[in-house]
């Protein structure tokens, strides 16, 4: 069992940048992947960035615009993700999400998911 929190949410002018944190708890030791999706408000959820200890860098739907990293210690197992010139149409709920497994932007293989933070961007 996983357990995730996100925060950071907030308003946001269009171009500007936010930066989300997702903090994990539970049985984190299984953990390989952690991942931000969002969710536009009657649309799928999509695809943000990703992160994965055992097999490769960050990766990212926009690499031009986001920043993401995740870590782990005896502490803390967390993601942060630094979104950057945000589009006004994007205004979505954030969600955090974990997996066993080493799937980048596979909605499917995610185990656990966080509540989500939401991002307003005004015009």
């Known amino acids: 069992q996983v357990q995730l929190v996100e925060s950071g949410g907030g308003l946001v002018q269009a171009g500007g940048s936010l930066r989300l944190s997702c903090a994990a708890s539970?049985?984190?030791?299984?953990?390989?992947?952690m991942a931000w999706f969002l969710q536009v408000p009657w649309q799928e959820r999509e695809f943000v960035a990703a992160?994965?200890?055992?097999?490769?860098?960050?990766y990212y739907a926009d690499s031009v615009k986001d920043r993401f990293n995740n870590s782990r210690d005896n502490a803390r197992v967390q993601a942060c993700l630094q979104k950057n010139g945000l589009d006004p149409e994007k205004t979505a709920v954030y969600y955090c999400?974990?997996?066993?497994?080493?799937?980048?932007?596979?909605?499917?293989?995610?185990?656990?998911w966080g509540q989500g933070t939401k991002v307003t961007v005004s015009s």
């Open positions: 999400t974990a997996s066993n497994k080493t799937d980048y932007d596979a909605i499917s293989k995610y185990e656990y």
């Open positions: 539970g049985r984190t030791f299984s953990i390989a992947t």
């Open positions: 992160g994965s200890w055992r097999y490769g860098p960050s």
